[in-house]
């Protein structure tokens, strides 16, 4: 139940951050990088395809797993702090991996 309910939440919550023409839009996690010793930010907040839920696409889910398994503990190349779309996409991981 907890978990349906936080998937309910998690897909609400993305829904409403593209009402407003300033929110941050949704997307495709960005994987494309050619330096192994740290991360791109991402530059859009997880799309629906990512969720875990009824309406995720399961390549884009398994994607985005092995994405953050080899990346997550990575400094982004530019060294500056994580975005609010990089904390987006690091909480659906964890919320994705959590036991």
């Not at 300033?22 to 991402?42: E, F, P, V, Y």
């Not at 009824?54 to 390549?59: F, L, Y």
């Not at 904390?87 to 991996?97: E, G, M």
Request: one cysteine or more.
């Amino acid at each position: 139940m907890a978990t349906r309910c936080t998937t309910l939440f998690l897909l609400g919550a993305l829904a409403l951050t593209g009402c407003g023409s300033t929110a941050a839009q949704t997307g495709a996690l960005d994987t494309i990088s050619d330096n192994k010793t740290c991360r791109a930010h991402q530059s859009v907040l997880p799309s629906a395809d990512y969720s875990g839920g009824s309406e995720a696409r399961t390549p884009a889910v398994l994607s985005m797993l092995r994405y953050y398994t080899a990346k997550g503990a990575l400094p982004f190349c530019d060294a500056k702090p994580a975005t609010e779309q990089d904390t987006a996409w690091v909480q659906l991981y964890t919320y994705l991996t959590k036991p």
